[in-house]
């Protein structure tokens, strides 16, 4: 079974507009952390936001935050006032268990284009 | 955040020879670093995890003998792609983590290295 599920392989967004990007997650470990990474055409994988399974509060960096449902095993990024350089691959990922070694699980990505 | 650098950014190779892909944490020091593989439009895949002094493990379905990884020092870590054919041609990837220090022990990406093997 999939891990790390992103459902939208590609999605449009008006410049300015907000956007929620798709992520659901299979566990079975109690600790585990939820990261989200921007991919631009470039290559590089950015960190955007963190969320940790014991967090009791939903995740926000800047323009982004993160819609963490627990009981449902999703972990969907909203991005407001979307902005043209906001075009660019997103992942969703899940690493598993209390040691920050552990290795990151990534999902299939999105695609995000906004539209000016 | 970390900075995390890669070399060569893109490299073109004639199929059997080996390429030797670098990867160094510029401003903290690297624990532990990843080696990521990406195909065209597709997602990352783990290839092996590599901490410092030891040998890396690598992921299931991974020919370590065709894949070397060296992490011989806390700032730098290779990848060799022996007797490279056309089928490893792909985008790498590494990422390093700093031992704890950051808050959410994210890992840092570098920019990647194209290779292409003709």
């Known amino acids: 079974a999939q891990k790390i599920t992103q459902t939208q392989p590609g999605m449009f967004v008006q410049e300015k507009e907000a956007v929620t990007l798709d992520c659901t997650y299979d566990?079975?470990?109690?600790?585990?952390?939820l990261f989200w990474y921007k991919q631009p055409s470039s290559g590089e994988m950015i960190f955007l936001i963190y969320q940790g399974s014991y967090d009791q509060q939903n995740a926000t960096e800047g323009r982004y935050s993160l819609n963490f449902q627990k009981a449902r095993k999703s972990a969907n990024l909203v991005i407001s006032a979307s902005q043209l350089g906001d075009s660019a691959m997103y992942f969703c990922?899940?690493?598993?268990?209390?040691?920050?070694?552990?290795?990151?699980?990534f999902g299939g990505g999105t695609r995000l284009m906004v539209k000016p | 955040g970390a900075v995390v650098s890669q070399h060569p950014s893109r490299v073109i190779c004639k199929s059997g020879t080996s390429v030797k892909i670098e990867c160094r944490s510029l401003?903290?020091?690297?624990?532990?670093m990843f080696w990521y593989r990406q195909f065209p439009k597709k997602s990352l895949m783990l290839m092996a995890t590599s901490n410092e002094g030891s040998k890396a493990t690598y992921e299931q379905g991974v020919e370590k003998d065709k894949f070397l990884i060296n992490h011989a020092s806390l700032t730098l870590s290779t990848l060799t792609v022996t007797s490279a054919h056309p089928e490893d041609s792909s985008f790498y990837i590494c990422?390093?983590?700093?031992?704890?220090?950051?808050?959410?022990?994210?890992?840092?990406f570098g920019p990647g290295t194209r290779l292409t093997v003709l």
């Open positions: 990422s390093a983590r700093d031992g704890g220090i950051r808050p959410y022990n994210e890992q840092f």
């Open positions: 990922a899940m690493r598993e268990g209390r040691n920050a070694g552990n290795m990151l699980t």
């Open positions: 566990t079975s470990d109690p600790s585990y952390g």
């Open positions: 401003d903290f020091q690297a624990t532990t």
